[in-house]
């Protein structure tokens, strides 16, 4: 692990043509339908002796190391994979669609079941959205919640991945550890939005709740355990010679590949290239917090597991300053075109009865114009792309997933590598599916 | 090879020491001559559920009960439900005046507050545009039902539930106090 500024950036645009050029000349994606490419491949039935055997495989939508139902097609000689295909759209519920059909008010009940282990991200990239249109400052109080409940989301989503990546590769009791430590940022997160996951907590103009009383007490509960359990992954993943030999070196990509697929987040950081929206572009406050970038050097699947379990470390680090410099004050935005009056108004003054209804029944309008807000997930860059008519909805939607574009990297990673290796390289992408599909 | 595999002996030993140790704090969790009485479930870290209660948290958003006498069946919650899965029917009636010889109040009568808890998303927006103080979060959890249609609940379902509406959590002190007591 090294640090940003030992890494030279890319500047050289012919690198990234390249780039371009050899993943054209590749031929790992396989761009035909199922039949054609057997047909095409020559198809021959596997002999006694097991030699020559060439065949299109399907492994998914239900394997259990797909992380959902993502459906691979791969071409395989032998064991060896010579190109494959991801295919999606079974989980597709058409999202992005019916945002433009919800008002800015429900919308982040609707962007927050796509990423669905990380929903914090979506609700803050669509409010960040919506802040621009509107052209609205929130309240310095909700900035840092909105940061400190980010930053144990990011733990949890991390988590998660330590625990299916361990899962995937045989180590069964990193299921059982990764669920553990995850739990309790779970309870968390549901002592302060109420619900563990599809919180509509973030939401355009501030937070939904302040904190409550004592949530210093439950993130320390959370948080406090964790560097330990962390140095405790280290010696059943990090050392291990077995989890080494099966990572390392596994589903190699190069820094100019990632720039040319538009692929983000631990992926593009394991190729040594230090992109982290939180330090390059900075959104609330992350300017003013004290971490690292973590960047690996050699793009393998061993690299993506240590930059994510490094990141645990470096979120726990941040939520700790976080909790010190956490400012009073109000958690949402008090703007009569935003938010509704407080409640305690309702029942002294008809006006703001008038108004809570007039704001609930027609939602707020959002000035016409397009804008686009992009935070750091932990998958990669999530933006939201938000084109506004100037009524109460959006007109046009779109959500740049992180998983979706990180997804179409894998026919590279996987060329000319074992079947094997396949779930591992799966495993360290680590795709959401309902953000793929969304 | 012979190099590497000696050193791979130890690494996947310390592993397995921990995942052992990890599994005897779990079964047996207690100290000092009670050591050797295995108590997997105080060393659990999951609630043992149905043995033992879940305690959610005061603000857990676990099922909508309604205060019916205060709805007015302004439809506010129906129509601002994301995926439009409450229904309320009602009728105008006429209401014993407030003060003798007064006139009788017009008021609006609740036929029917059914919420579908099957598309019902739990995002709590019913609960907060209601500005009659009719709907409430409570953290009740124990209402699933063998059949999907079974998770449609009326207006008395749902008042039962009121009666376990915890008290509204202080908000942290130096922000504004924004929720009014629960009415009782």
């Known amino acids: 692990m090294t640090t940003t500024e030992d890494i030279p950036q890319i500047t050289d645009l012919d690198s990234l043509d390249g780039a371009i050029a050899r993943l054209v000349a590749d031929n790992s994606v396989l761009h035909l339908s199922q039949s054609e490419a057997e047909e095409r491949s020559g198809y021959q039935a596997p002999t006694a002796d097991g030699m020559g055997e060439r065949m299109i495989m399907n492994m998914g939508p239900q394997h259990p190391s797909t992380h959902g139902v993502l459906r691979i097609v791969l071409e395989l000689e032998g064991e060896v994979i010579i190109r494959s295909k991801p295919i999606i759209g079974y989980l597709h519920t058409g999202m992005e669609k019916t945002g433009e059909e919800l008002s800015y008010l429900q919308g982040p009940t609707n962007v927050t079941r796509m990423d669905y282990a990380s929903p914090l991200f979506t609700e803050l990239a669509f409010a960040l959205a919506v802040e621009q249109l509107l052209g609205i400052e929130v309240p310095e109080r909700a900035r840092w919640i909105r940061m400190l409940m980010c930053e144990a989301n990011r733990i949890s989503s991390h988590m998660l991945f330590m625990a299916t990546n361990g899962m995937d590769l045989g180590a069964v009791s990193m299921m059982l550890y990764g669920w553990r430590e995850r739990e309790e940022v779970l309870r968390f997160l549901e002592l302060v939005t109420g619900l563990r996951m599809n919180h509509n907590y973030i939401r355009p103009g501030g937070v939904a709740a302040d904190l409550p009383d004592g949530w210093k007490g439950s993130l320390q509960r959370a948080i406090d355990p964790l560097p330990e359990r962390l140095d405790e992954f280290d010696i059943l993943m990090t050392g291990q010679p077995i989890w080494r030999e099966r990572l390392q070196g596994v589903g190699v990509i190069t820094a100019e590949e990632c720039l040319t697929l538009g692929v983000t987040g631990p992926i593009l950081r394991s190729t040594g290239y230090a992109w982290d929206l939180r330090k390059d572009m900075p959104y609330l406050h992350y300017d003013e917090l004290d971490f690292d970038v973590l960047v690996g050097s050699y793009g393998d699947c061993f690299d993506r597991y240590a930059i994510r379990l490094n990141e645990i470390r470096e979120s726990i680090g941040m939520i700790r300053q976080i909790v010190d410099r956490m400012p009073g004050g109000d958690y949402k935005i008090q703007d009569k075109k935003v938010t509704p009056p407080p409640r305690a108004r309702i029942d002294e003054s008809m006006e703001a009865l008038i108004h809570h209804f007039k704001i609930f029944t027609e939602g707020f309008k959002v000035p016409a114009g397009e804008t686009y807000a992009a935070v750091e997930s932990p998958r990669g860059e999530l933006g939201v792309y938000i084109v506004s008519d100037g009524s109460a909805r959006p007109h046009r939607m779109h959500v740049r997933a992180p998983s979706f574009i990180n997804l179409q990297s894998m026919p590279h990673m996987m060329r000319n590598s074992l079947l094997a290796d396949t779930v591992a390289i799966v495993s360290s992408v680590d795709p959401i599916m309902g953000e793929v599909d969304r | ?184």
């Open chain 2, 1 to 184: 090879m012979a190099g590497k595999s000696g050193s791979r002996v130890p690494g996947t030993l310390k592993g397995l020491a921990l995942t052992f140790k990890t599994a005897m704090q779990t079964m047996f969790p207690k100290r000092g001559i009670k050591t050797l009485i295995p108590a997997p479930s105080i060393g659990a870290m999951t609630v043992q559920y149905p043995h033992e209660a879940d305690l959610p948290t005061p603000r857990a958003r676990g099922v909508i009960s309604l205060k019916e006498d205060n709805c007015t069946s302004c439809m506010l919650c129906a129509r601002e439900c994301p995926d439009w899965c409450i229904y309320i029917e009602g009728h105008k009636t006429l209401a014993p005046p407030r003060r003798a010889g007064g006139k009788p109040r017009s008021v609006n009568k609740l036929d029917r507050f059914d919420i579908d808890y099957s598309l019902c998303m739990y995002c709590g927006i019913c609960v907060e545009v209601c500005p009659f103080e009719a709907l409430f979060w409570t953290p009740e959890y124990e209402y699933s039902e063998a059949r999907i249609a079974d998770l449609l609940h009326d207006k008395s379902r749902l008042g039962e539930w009121f009666q376990t509406v915890p008290d509204f959590q202080p908000y942290e002190s130096g922000s504004e106090a924004k929720v009014e007591k629960v009415p009782r």
